[in-house]
């Protein structure tokens, strides 16, 4: 026999769950938004001139054949990162791309000595942490729609 008490904690457990559920996807959404528009930004704004600004950008400091290669990866992982994290299709893969990016973003700051920049780039890597970290929580996604599970890509 059910008890009021137990079907009351089974509903409190799945309102809250799906509280968690949401604000996850609210905020997976955000954050995916803010790296693809980056990337869709340097695509119209022009490639070639992206990577041109940021070769001077860092003329003097760091080898073009280290500048260049990675200043043309930066719009593709950019819109690729950020359309898996909008969409939670694969999304640790999506987390884990955008990740590396902001390592490789923040080397650069760091060698630029722009500190108030980087600072602003360790609120996206709190973020991408948290995001990881509480993946389990991606129920409103592609991932779980598809697969019946959150977060495809990596295993856990």
Excluded: C
């Excluded at 008490?5 to 803010?34: C, F, H, P, Q, W």
């Excluded at 003329?59 to 290669?69: C, E, F, H, Q, R």
């Excluded at 990016?101 to 996206?124: D, K």
């Amino acid at each position: 026999m059910i008890q009021i008490s137990d079907l009351k904690s089974e509903i409190s457990d799945r309102i809250d769950m799906d509280n968690r559920r949401v604000a996850y996807a609210l905020t997976r959404i955000t954050y995916g938004v803010i790296f693809l528009f980056y990337g869709i930004g340097k695509f119209r704004g022009g490639l070639t001139g992206f990577v041109g600004g940021m070769n001077q950008q860092f003329s003097g400091k760091l080898p073009a054949a280290m500048v260049m290669p990675f200043a043309y990866l930066i719009p593709f992982a950019e819109t690729v990162s950020g359309g898996l994290i909008v969409l939670g299709l694969f999304s640790r893969v999506g987390l884990t791309l955008s990740g590396g990016l902001l390592v490789g973003l923040t080397f650069g700051l760091v060698i630029l000595g722009q500190a108030p920049t980087v600072a602003h780039n360790l609120q996206f890597v709190i973020i991408n942490f948290l995001l990881l970290w509480f993946v389990e929580f991606n129920g409103f996604s592609l991932d779980t729609l598809l697969w019946r599970k959150p977060a495809a890509g990596f295993n856990s």
